[in-house]
């Protein structure tokens, strides 16, 4: 990888940190305990579960993605960056531009 593509790659984690981080909130917001029944009516009590069990995951999926992307960024200029966590190899760059937090390549990923 060039230092070019490096600083390109660099902001686009950042980016996507700020993202994510911005999807969190949105996330604990909707994530709040679910108010006790009588404030709702049955079937809208079961939607709030439903979707509040959606949104639980994808939280925890966003927080998971959070902490990838901050090793990503912590880890950028170290040798050993875009490399294969598996095979070694290097990880294609069209890769990391889409998902910077993979350390795995797209062969080992599947
Ligand atoms: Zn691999």
Redo the contacts with the bound molecule.
Sequence with gaps: MTSEQKIALKQKIEQEINNTKAQIEELKVLTQPIKPENSLGRVSRMDAINNKSINDRGLRMAKMKLTKLEMAFEKIDESAFGK?S??K?NIQEKRLMLLPEST??V??AR
Excluded: F
């Design positions: 294969c598996r095979c190899n795995l390549c062969r080992c």
